[in-house]
């Protein structure tokens, strides 16, 4: 990270305070730095409290921005941050915009989704942005050939910016595993943020947002998400004792 940026502990996870997110990645994107950005909330915390794998891959990610409104209010309340929740999907999205905008000229890639949806998601973006360079879209369900077939269309083509949308943590996992192919993009796993663009499905309206009840909205949709509700209680309880007992600042 760069001076004035600093990283903090949430449950022993590295989240990045920083001014300007998607300033920061298009001074990389300039440089030609490969970057890992995770977008972290308290369900995904708690899924590396068990899951080692995912916990050594979101420290080693070189941007972890807080995503879920749980994440911050604990850098709110229990480390006196003055931090606003920046979604992944609004990251996405600004970043889009400002390469349209600069006319950066930085080929942009989609990968997961049901079938189509990634195709539709990338139209949306091109009507918005004509200029926008997507090389190429790829659904999240396909067979090992044809995963090996996107690997090797990955290297080919040599994308600058990756969104990758296969659900934590398949998506953080798949990153870490296969950013060598492009080992200048930009990686960012962006969720459901697909079916969001392809109009699938539609976020939760601006006032639960601001009041920290996206989830809410969420789980409305997904009633299935029920259980995995249950990471935030938990994620509560857990941040208050690791506060009590741990330093929050990343050294």
């Not at 999205?93 to 195709?119: D, M, N, R």
Request: hydrophobic share 45%; glycine share 10%; net charge positive.
């Amino acid at each position: 990270m760069s001076k004035g940026n600093e990283a903090f502990s949430v449950l022993g996870i590295p989240v990045h305070v920083m001014a300007n997110y998607p300033g920061w990645l298009l001074e990389c994107l300039r440089a030609g730095r490969g970057i890992h950005v995770v977008t972290l909330n308290a369900e995904m915390t708690m899924q590396a409290e068990q899951n080692k794998i995912l916990a050594q891959i979101i420290k080693n990610a070189e941007l972890v921005i807080p995503d879920g409104a749980g994440v911050v209010l604990y850098l709110r309340w229990l480390l006196w941050q003055k931090v606003q929740r920046f979604p992944g999907i609004e990251l996405a999205e600004k970043l889009l915009q400002e390469i349209g905008q600069q006319k950066t000229g930085a080929k942009v890639f989609f990968y997961g989704g049901a079938p189509g949806v990634a195709s539709t998601a990338a139209d949306f973006w091109q009507q918005q942005i004509p200029d926008l360079s997507i090389v190429g879209t790829h659904s999240g369900y396909h067979s090992p050939e044809e995963e090996a077939q996107l690997r090797e269309t990955l290297v080919q083509l040599q994308p600058q910016v990756i969104f990758v949308g296969l659900g934590v943590p398949r998506q953080e996992l798949w990153i870490a595993e296969n950013r060598h192919l492009c080992p200048q993009a930009i990686w960012i796993g962006v969720g459901g943020s697909f079916d969001i663009w392809s109009g699938t499905k539609t976020r939760a309206p601006a006032w639960l947002g601001n009041n920290n009840l996206e989830w809410l909205y969420r789980l409305y949709q997904e009633p299935w998400r029920w259980r995995r509700m249950l990471a935030l209680p938990a994620f509560a309880v857990k941040a208050f004792v690791y506060r009590l007992t741990a330093r929050g600042a990343i050294s």
